[in-house]
Each structure stands twice: as C-alpha cells, then as structure tokens.
C-alpha cells in the first residue's frame, strides 16, 4: 500500500506517496499481433491541434459561455483565447458539440474559477471536449499541502468525450467530494499530454476519480503529480479507478493519501475494475 497502485478495499499507510513510472499497455489483437489500446468516441474525434486556428478568439468568461453555447448541435469550434481570465460560473458542453479550446501558439492562458461549488466545465454524454495549451486554475492552494474541507472549484466532469492534449494543466482544484481535476462520471477521458497537478479531493481521485463501470480512462503520455485524497472511505490520490484505466505511457508521481481506511496514493482500483499497464 502507498506504493504505485493500490488493489480495492486493503488498508493505506496514513499519508502515503507514490510512484508510477512510463509505461506501455498494449491488448492483443484478433491476428495475435500487439497494439496500444486507444478509444475514440463514434464521430468525435479531437481537432488536431498542431498550428490550430482558432474559428473564434475571447477575452473574458462571456464571450467564452456564448462562444461555446452558440455553437450548434453537431458542430465542431476551436475558441483561442486572447488573455488569462476568471470564470464565474460553470460551462457545459451540450450534447453533440466538439469544443476546442485553445492558447496562441507559445502561450498557455489561465482561467481561474471563482465561483464556489462549482467545476470549470461540465462535459454531456455525446459532447467532446478537448483542452489544448491552456490552464485550469481553481485557485484553491490544493495539492499535497492542503487539507479538507474547504471551497470547492473543481476542473472537469466529463460523462462524454474528454481529451488532454500537450500544454494542457489542470491544477489547485478542490472538490468536497471526489475529482479534485477530473471527475469521469461516465464516458472517455483520453490525456495525451498536459498535466494534472497539484488538486485536492475530500474523499476519493484528487486527481482523477473514475465514478461509473461505465467510464474509461486512456493514458498515453503526461503527469499526474503532486494531488491530495484527504479523507473519506475512498483514496486514489492520483486516480481512483472505477471502470477501465489503461495506462499506455506518462507518469504518475508524489501522490499522497492520507485516508487510514482505504489506500492507493498513486492508483486505487474499485472491486471489479481494470488498471493495465506495461
């Protein structure tokens, strides 16, 4: 326990840390050959984010909401923003929507939550969300130094499709129950790059929290580092697998659980889940 993984319902070492180092996770395909596993949601796949011109540019939360709002069911937008701002409520990804939500080249803006109790956004079931070089900031000082309870402003719930991409972070998030960064309700998270740093979770995942049988979680590169699960029947300070986490590649390290009844400071996976890794 407190080691890299944690398997369902042993004991945790209060305050434990982690390390999971690069690794590859490879299924085997119906000609016996081996493949990384990946996931693509049926019709929306990410925007390719490689010199992305924005079909939109925003500088402040509500030119952000309409932009992301006014875009019509079955569409797909690439938003640049045009500076670091505050939002100040949560934004959903309706349904049959495929947002993009890039920085200029070189630059990675933050927006910082300031409404309490709330996440920066909220992905639908049939909405694809893909965060480029920009910022997640819930400005709650979170991470291994902080501790519960206290004001929630989470990063995403995700229960369609959710891509990280390379210059993402999502970072000092907080939410009072689980997913500090990122809560995986149902659905596909797929983290290519970025990081998810320094977030906090009252109970379970303080930096990803896998909630449903049904959710599906697709590391292929990037950092889970440095978040906090400060109590509560369920740890996972990293992650917390409920459903499938395939871990292709990145790095989960310096993760701590401080839950003496429930472990896993890197990685805690649920009765009747998967965690494969190489």
Same mark, same amino acid.
């Given at each position: 326990?407190?080691?890299?993984?944690?398997?369902?319902?042993?004991?945790?070492?209060?305050?434990?840390?982690?390390?999971?180092?690069?690794?590859?996770?490879?299924?085997?395909?119906?000609?016996?050959?081996?493949?990384?596993?990946?996931?693509?949601?049926?019709?929306?796949?990410?925007?390719?984010?490689?010199?992305?011109?924005?079909?939109?540019?925003?500088?402040?939360?509500?030119?952000? +909401?309409?932009?992301?709002?006014?875009?019509?069911?079955?569409?797909?937008?690439?938003?640049?923003?045009?500076?670091?701002?505050?939002?100040?409520?949560?934004?959903?990804?309706?349904?049959?929507?495929?947002?993009?939500?890039?920085?200029?080249?070189?630059?990675?803006?933050?927006?910082?939550?300031?409404?309490?109790?709330?996440?920066?956004?909220?992905?639908?079931?049939?909405?694809?969300?893909?965060?480029?070089?920009?910022?997640?900031?819930?400005?709650?000082?979170?991470?291994?130094?902080?501790?519960?309870?206290?004001?929630?402003?989470?990063?995403?719930?995700?229960?369609?499709?959710? +891509?990280?991409?390379?210059?993402?972070?999502?970072?000092?998030?907080?939410?009072?129950?689980?997913?500090?960064?990122?809560?995986?309700?149902?659905?596909?998270?797929?983290?290519?790059?970025?990081?998810?740093?320094?977030?906090?979770?009252?109970?379970?995942?303080?930096?990803?929290?896998?909630?449903?049988?049904?959710?599906?979680?697709?590391?292929?590169?990037?950092?889970?580092?440095?978040?906090?699960?400060?109590?509560?029947?369920?740890?996972?300070?990293?992650?917390?697998?409920?459903?499938?986490?395939?871990?292709?590649?990145?790095?989960?390290?310096?993760?701590?659980?401080?839950?003496?009844?429930?472990?896993?400071?890197?990685?805690?996976? +649920?009765?009747?889940?998967?965690?494969?890794?190489?």
């Amino acid at each position: 326990v407190g080691g890299g993984f944690f398997i369902d319902r042993a004991l945790a070492d209060e305050g434990a840390n982690d390390q999971v180092p690069v690794s590859a996770v490879n299924d085997t395909a119906t000609d016996g050959t081996v493949e990384p596993h990946s996931v693509e949601a049926e019709g929306l796949a990410p925007a390719s984010l490689d010199a992305a011109i924005a079909d939109i540019w925003v500088s402040d939360y509500t030119e952000l +909401y309409n932009a992301i709002t006014g875009t019509p069911s079955g569409a797909s937008r690439i938003i640049g923003l045009q500076n670091s701002f505050s939002l100040t409520a949560l934004i959903t990804i309706s349904q049959n929507k495929n947002i993009t939500l890039v920085s200029p080249e070189g630059e990675a803006f933050t927006l910082t939550q300031s409404a309490s109790g709330v996440r920066h956004f909220s992905v639908a079931a049939g909405a694809s969300f893909t965060l480029g070089n920009v910022v997640l900031d819930g400005g709650t000082g979170g991470g291994t130094g902080g501790t519960g309870p206290g004001t929630s402003k989470g990063g995403v719930a995700n229960s369609g499709s959710l +891509y990280l991409e390379n210059g993402a972070v999502v970072k000092n998030c907080y939410f009072s129950s689980s997913g500090g960064g990122v809560l995986l309700s149902a659905g596909t998270f797929t983290m290519n790059g970025g990081s998810i740093i320094e977030n906090r979770a009252f109970s379970g995942g303080g930096g990803v929290h896998m909630n449903s049988s049904n959710a599906t979680f697709v590391m292929n590169g990037g950092s889970i580092t440095g978040n906090t699960a400060n109590g509560g029947t369920n740890a996972g300070a990293g992650v917390f697998v409920r459903g499938a986490f395939y871990m292709n590649g990145g790095e989960i390290t310096n993760n701590v659980a401080t839950s003496t009844t429930a472990g896993g400071a890197g990685v805690l996976v +649920y009765e009747g889940s998967n965690f494969i890794m190489g």
